[in-house]
T-cell receptor
Framework: GESVGLHLPTLSVQEGDNSIINCAYS??????FIWYKQESGKGPQFIID???NMDKRQGQRVTVLLNKTVKHLSLQIAATQPGDSAVYFC?????????????WGLGTSLAVNP | KAGVTQTPRYLIKTRGQQVTLSCSPI?????VSWYQQTPGQGLQFLFE???????NKGNFPGRFSGRQFSNSRSEMNVSTLELGDSALYLC?????????????FGPGTRLLVL
């Protein structure tokens, strides 16, 4: 039989190039956003986060951009390396009553070609 | 600081059996969340525990349950296993970063149901 499943968007880049991974979020009330990296066989690892009162935040080789007008988040990786090959997830967080909820994107697979 | 640990790392069960997975959060973290990850459905939220109380719950059947102990360690249980329960089960504990509440993941327990 045929299996039906989710095929992750894939971004393929050359080593040394810059990578841009995009994410559209769903809730305009979300006020905190996080990017995670998941390598094969491992749990997701925190990369960088940003609050809704900012539109840009930089880390080491990574930059997160937030556009609240169009509910869009992006992760830029400078000088992409083979070790950056992984699945990247964005997550949005918002306060719902007394609880804070985290909503996950489906992920983007980044393949770095040497 | 030691990271989030999960045991066991791998598990094989048969349909109808039940399974208990364990998670030890980062020291000082009081919130533990559980996720199911499959290639077809991505990262699906199961539930979150905070100070021994379930604070949030995803859309999983009652066969999936959890608990948290006074030392913040958490267990999740799946009863009457089905083939579709085969997945990577991830545990995450929450702490405070510079910008908000970030989840830190363990390596996961890979469950195979035959």
């Amino acid at each position: 039989g045929e299996s039906v499943g989710l095929h992750l968007p894939t971004l393929s880049v050359q080593e040394g190039d810059n990578s841009i991974i995009n994410c559209a979020y769903s809730n305009s009330a979300s006020d905190y956003f996080i990017w995670y990296k998941q390598e094969s066989g491992k749990g997701p690892q925190f990369i960088i986060d940003i609050r809704s009162n900012m539109d840009k935040r930089q880390g080491q080789r990574v930059t997160v951009l937030l556009n609240k007008t169009v509910k869009h988040l992006s992760l830029q990786i400078a000088a992409t390396q083979p070790g950056d090959s992984a699945v990247y997830f964005c997550a949005e967080s918002n306060q719902a009553g007394n609880n804070r909820k985290l909503i996950w994107g489906l992920g983007t697979s980044l393949a770095v070609n040497p | 600081k030691a990271g989030v640990t999960q045991t066991p790392r791998y598990l094989i069960k048969t349909r109808g059996q039940q399974v208990t997975l364990s998670c030890s959060p980062i020291s000082g973290h009081r919130s533990v969340s559980w996720y199911q990850q499959t290639p077809g459905q991505g990262l699906q939220f199961l539930f979150e525990y905070f100070s021994e109380t379930q604070r949030n719950k995803g859309n999983f059947p009652g066969r999936f349950s959890g608990r948290q102990f006074s030392n913040s360690r958490s267990e999740m249980n799946v009863s009457t296993l089905e083939l579709g329960d085969s997945a990577l089960y991830l545990c995450a504990s929450s702490g405070i970063t510079g910008e908000g509440e970030t989840q830190y993941f363990g390596p996961g327990t890979r469950l195979l149901v035959l």
